[in-house]
């Protein structure tokens, strides 16, 4: 592909891919946790049409979140899990390595924040997950039918990166809502497939929410240094909270999960149920990226001590990316409440430029 993919190219991608986890021979979770890791960096690394170089370290390292939450004991609401909850198998054969390993340090720190904050044994458990990507799924991924389809790079064995082809990170941006539904819907039922975790699950199914959701202690804890930093006001409609404020995703968790602490604003809870699956309209974004620009690395710090990290740049990666989806199909962003909307406006991509501008580098490394 040359310049952003044609029609016919993007029904193929999309063919492909549906292709891929309708008939892949999946044996572990792990070829979903990469393409799940490959589409959030392609979003995360801004716009491009051509080729995308992703470092296997760096998929090492996006496994390790993507499975942190998933190697603790899963029990359901409903207490109907054995024994209080077991861990959730994602083999067909023993437990897959990747849990095994982030196992042993969850036992020792509870928070992924805990692990990032001690560099020597973030780096030790993240080379040994990158080790084991390179040698299962990132060549295996593309098997399909007991042939290659080498659709999204090509693979090239023992090489420190992978480098999607060009205008495959264009369409994965693109695309990332639909992706990321279609492997989480994928990733769920091969659990629920397995024979040995029937017992486990129990007859509630709060399946999704355990494996993707959102950890609501951590949340908890950054209310308070939204709190610091806000003060006790709605940050849409500027009236004083009344009751437990609500931690929003200023970029709604629908559009993209994104679990970095400068996407995050208290509101009440009559606008964050108004707002919905909505971005929030220009002057809303205006003032986010002023908040978080003013508020510097005060801010990150606290948030960091709260358990949630902080990439100022990725977060306003995503922003652009979101923004400028929903500027290219004409779709409608959120005002205040009583669901005023107007169009996502061009102005609502030159505030995010402007903001990445300022950060004085084009793309995170």
């Known amino acids: 592909m040359t310049g952003e993919p044609t ?19 999946f044996v572990s979770t792990y070829k979903f946790a990469l393409l799940r890791a490959i589409a959030d960096e392609c979003v995360e690394r801004g716009a491009t049409t051509g080729a995308l170089e992703i470092t296997v370290q760096r998929l090492g390292e996006r496994f390790v979140e993507l499975y942190w939450r998933q190697a603790r004991p899963f029990a359901p609401a409903n207490g109907e899990a054995v024994g209080g909850g077991r861990q959730l198998l994602q ?24 692990l990032r904050r001690s560099p020597d044994a973030w780096r030790k458990l ?10 299962m799924p990132l060549y295996k991924l593309q098997t399909i039918g007991g042939r290659k389809l080498e659709f999204l790079y090509e693979e090239q064995v023992d090489e420190p990166h992978v480098t999607l082809k060009p205008g495959v990170a264009w369409l994965f941006r693109k695309h990332h809502g639909l992706v990321r539904d279609l492997v989480e819907v994928a990733w769920i039922r091969f659990i629920q ?51 437990a404020p609500h931690v929003d995703h200023f970029v709604p968790w629908s559009r993209y999960a994104l679990d970095l602490g400068h996407n995050f604003v208290l509101a009440d809870s009559r606008c964050n149920l108004d707002k919905r699956t909505w971005l929030p309209a220009a002057a809303h974004l205006e003032k986010w990226v002023e908040r978080n620009r003013l508020a510097g690395p005060a801010f990150e ?31 409608a962003s959120w ?23 300022r950060l004085g580098e084009a793309r995170p490394g």
């Open 7 to 25: 029609p016919a190219e993007e029904l193929a991608f999309l063919g492909n891919l549906r292709l891929l986890l309708a008939d892949g021979a």
């Open 91 to 114: 083999n067909t054969g023993r437990q897959a390595g990747v849990i095994r390993r982030i196992e042993e340090e969850c036992r020792r720190r509870p928070l992924l924040s805990e």
């Open 126 to 135: 993240t080379n040994d997950v990158a080790s084991t990507v390179r040698k």
């Open 193 to 243: 497939s397995l024979p040995r975790n029937a017992e486990v699950l129990g007859r509630g199914q709060e399946l999704g929410q355990f494996l993707f959701g959102t950890d609501r202690e951590t949340l908890a804890r950054v209310a308070g240094v939204l709190r610091e930093v806000d003060g006790a006001r709605c940050f849409y409609c500027e009236r004083t909270i009344e009751g």
């Open 301 to 331: 710090s606290r948030l960091l001590a709260a358990g949630m990290p902080s990439q100022l740049r990725t977060t306003l990666w995503v922003a652009q990316w979101a923004y400028s989806v929903d500027f290219a199909s004409g779709a």
């Open 335 to 357: 005002i205040k409440k009583t669901r005023r909307v107007e169009p996502v406006r061009e102005a609502c991509l030159e505030i995010v430029s402007r903001a990445i501008a």
